[in-house]
């Protein structure tokens, strides 16, 4: 790894070596708080967690041949070189940030509320078509995920597509001083992390700091759609490039055709020039999420024949609108996270399905003090869809069953109290032919609905 040299990276995170004189000058391999992943070579970070501590493992990744372990005490009874450090998370966090400006890569920035995956994984897909690319994997978007993110890149790639998620105020500053945007790519502000922000103002504000350590020489991406998001009109003397569905946008789209669920189709016009794509994920959300990979493209340097390519080949994730076809079902498996919005948007993906339309729908979270009303409207939207059989589990869904009993519309409305309850009747409430889509928040753990499912 680039100029990570145990003696530079004492340094870069303010602490003290201990170790061979001789090793001072060696560059790490790699760099994790993972032991079993600990590598001949690497560096193991031992971090002190709720039920785990790391530096219970340090004598396991000195077997392993780990080149030095990064830690906040002195290990005992264990041989190996180790550096000293007041806090091993914000130890790792001053490190990524100087292994950041080591490399000479440009990093394109992801936020909002809603869609930040999704739409890196279109921009991800569409930069591939002309640059090396490393992406956020997983859900590793937070102060740890971040820098764990980084210490991957290395020297052959040419940019970083990195997913930044927040939940309170100053995240995202200390997130954008490890990443250091060149592009920074806004998709909305919705009504996530309510309880920490308050109101999509404080969320607009929260978002924002991702733009206090853009480069001088930035770009900067956002849904013009959004009210709050279309208010911004220049960042540190940086424009703003607009995408949406409405025309007056510099990349905007019509002639959108839902394709059930192969996809939807529509054409993306970017100045005097345009071209016809189809998104391979259904829901009109995609289609911001390829407008969103168009303009990063083209301030990146693309061309439309790329831009197209690009976003054809995309992949679904498992748990974000994967569908499985399993014992003549089509299981939708969008069960990574909810809020109101994106569980609006999968509800009118689900209309547009062949055979009965089956909703199983979780609580949503971090809602505040909304969210008896924000699960409510989710009912209401449902039975403005026809579902035909919609399964509300938890607590807070009690409140969007009973709107959507009271708003009529659904063929049949159920409320199971919890999840171990609904994995135990689940196989008497679907049928060959269905259509079933499963969303909640992760803390639900609704994945094991859909193993339920194909089981």
């Known amino acids: 790894m680039k100029n990570l040299s145990l003696e530079n990276i004492a340094a870069a995170c303010g602490g003290t070596y201990h170790g061979k004189e001789e090793d001072r000058a060696k560059e790490v391999s790699s760099i994790t708080t993972d032991s079993r992943k600990a590598e001949a070579g690497g560096l193991f970070a031992a971090i002190k967690g709720e039920r785990v501590d790391g530096h219970d493992f340090i004598g396991q990744v000195f077997e392993k ?18 550096i000293l450090v007041e806090s091993t998370l914000q130890a790792l966090k001053d490190l990524a940030e100087f292994y950041r400006q080591q490399l000479d890569i440009q990093v394109v920035g992801i936020t909002g ?19 090396n690319v490393l992406k956020t994997l997983g859900n590793f978007n937070n102060e740890l995920g971040l820098p764990l993110t980084v210490f991957r890149l290395r020297e052959e790639h040419q940019v970083a597509v990195l997913e930044m998620g927040i939940s309170n105020f100053g ?16 998709t909305n502000i919705g009504q996530c992390h309510l309880e920490s922000l308050h109101d ?15 480069s001088p020489d930035g770009k900067i991406v956002l849904n013009g759609d959004d009210d709050k998001l279309a208010g911004i009109t220049e960042v540190k003397g940086i424009r703003p490039v607009f995408f949406g569905i409405a025309s007056g946008r510099e990349i905007y789209a019509d002639e959108i055709q839902p394709c059930g669920l192969k996809g939807i189709s529509c054409r993306i016009h970017a100045g005097e020039e345009s071209f016809s794509v189809l998104v391979p994920i259904p829901g009109q959300h995609m289609v911001y999420n390829a407008l969103a990979g168009t303009a990063v493209g083209l301030v990146m340097g693309l061309d439309l024949e790329q831009i197209k390519s690009g976003i054809e080949k995309l992949k679904p994730l498992g748990g974000r609108f994967h569908m499985i076809e399993k014992n003549g079902m089509v299981i939708v498996d969008d069960c990574y996270n909810a809020n109101p919005v994106s569980m609006k948007a999968s509800l009118d993906v689900l209309k547009d399905a062949d055979g009965r339309k089956v909703a199983i729908l979780g609580d949503m979270f971090e809602l505040g003090e909304n969210a008896a009303e924000l699960h409510a409207g989710v009912g209401v939207h449902a039975a403005g869809n026809a579902i035909d059989l919609l399964v509300c589990v938890g607590e807070s869904s009690r409140h969007m069953a009973e709107a959507a009993f009271e708003t009529g519309g659904c063929g049949e409305v159920l409320q199971v109290p919890t999840l171990e309850a609904l994995l135990e009747v689940l196989p008497r409430l679907v049928q060959e032919g269905d259509t079933i889509l499963v969303k909640a928040s992760h803390g639900m753990h609704f994945e094991k609905v859909v193993e339920r499912l194909q089981a």
């Not at 041949?65 to 180790?82: D, M, T």
């Open 65 to 82: 041949g780990a080149l030095c372990v990064l830690c906040e005490r002195e290990p005992e009874g264990v041989q190996g070189n180790w």
């Open 171 to 186: 995240e995202m500053h200390r997130l954008s001083k490890i990443a250091r945007p060149d592009v920074c790519v806004m």
């Open 113 to 131: 509320s809603v869609g930040k995956t999704s739409t890196k994984e279109v921009i991800a897909s569409v930069l591939a078509e002309k640059f």
């Open 200 to 214: 999509r103002d404080g969320i607009l504000r929260a978002k924002s700091e991702i733009f206090d350590f853009i």
